[in-house]
């Protein structure tokens, strides 16, 4: 079977790899070692030939009439989603966003690092969230380098998002998770992820206008 | 044209509804009162047809040639996505990022309101957040009531979430904005989105890791 195109993958295939390999994770730490799509497809509540259409898009894993092995199809998608190494990141925002997301549990559980908060705010800069001390903005290409870091997170206002993209681009940043509620402008090559609530939001009204 | 049934529009489309809502907004504030479907393409990223394909969900919107009412098009959008009506919340988790919520400016220009915040901590039960005072959970059912609110958000870690998610049923909410990392089990007829930050940092890495 042909592997297709890492850039031909949709979004939503690459999303919901993320939450088989999650899903897995658990059942692996419960011994279980095989596993069928359509045992997947219910744990995590999709169809079974969706999860048969997710994976096919990287190649052949299972083996017909027996399913998946557990380990081997974690291995495949740790791969795969890039998480076979860490990643270090770096937030600009110190406020209670910044704050919440330092403390995130989850990133470190996959392979997620901060190893640098930023702020303008020099009430703030010194001071520390949990163990990590808040820094001026000139101490990030040190940050970049001493870590080597890929990622930006923007957890500031959006009068402020667009001269902090900028700067990410500028020290080599190649991806960019921003909170702020606004469309930033970057070059073609940065990925940039948009973390809105308020569009979450309306997807949910948008269905419950239609029930009332 | 015909109109499609609510439950037929891609979640997609929906979240692209929003980002045209805002957009078209930002442009009525410029006092520009007509626009095609290429230049709302180009403003916000995405294809030409794209936009004509999402608006034709909902019936014939446009005029061939002239283009569309920005006024009037605001005006479909903001009824379509529910948001013609302001949408009461109430909260359950008031570490850091419950506060970050509550201070989420861009929910309340949007219409949405969080109208209670809860936690089970009794060293933060009474004291507030902005001028939110930080309820117990028993003061639910009478926050529900006066505020007539229909979504809850659980701010809360994950261990604690299912219990959350279940006494918002058990109390007639009809929706969840999850940010807790676990699947919530809820009836179907509850509409849930979950907010899982680690999974797009995911759809990043995915990508960085065919880059290098």
């Known amino acids: 079977m042909k592997i297709s195109k890492r850039s031909k993958i949709p979004e939503a295939t ?5 939450v088989y390999s999650r899903y897995l994770k658990r059942l692996d730490k419960q011994m279980i ?3 069928s799509s359509s045992e997947i497809a219910e744990g995590v509540g999709v169809s079974s030939a969706q999860v048969r259409k ?6 052949e894993f299972g083996t017909k009439g027996v399913g998946y092995n557990v380990n081997d199809l974690i ?7 890039g998480l076979n190494v860490d990643w270090n990141m770096l937030l600009v925002g110190a406020g209670n966003l910044g704050a919440a997301l330092v403390t995130y549990h989850e990133f470190k559980d996959r392979g997620f690092y901060i190893t640098g908060v930023f702020d303008n705010d020099v009430t703030k800069i010194g001071t520390k969230i949990l163990d990590m ?8 290409p040190d940050i970049i380098k001493k870590y080597n870091v890929r990622i930006g997170i923007l957890a500031i206002p959006p009068q402020a998002a667009q001269a902090v993209a900028d700067l990410f681009v500028k020290n080599g940043l190649e991806a960019i998770l921003n909170f702020a509620p606004i469309n930033i402008n970057v070059p073609k090559n940065i990925e940039v992820r948009n973390v ?3 569009i979450m939001l309306e997807t949910i009204t948008f269905s419950l206008a239609g029930k009332k």
Not at 54 to 59: P, T
């Open 196 to 198: 809105d609530l308020s």
């Open 133 to 140: 001390e808040i820094l001026s903005l000139d101490k990030m």
């Open 75 to 81: 291995r495949y998608l740790v791969k795969i989603l």
């Open 33 to 35: 070692t095989t596993i």
């Open 54 to 59: 997710d994976l096919a898009y990287f190649g």
């Open 14 to 18: 690459i999303t919901r790899l993320s």
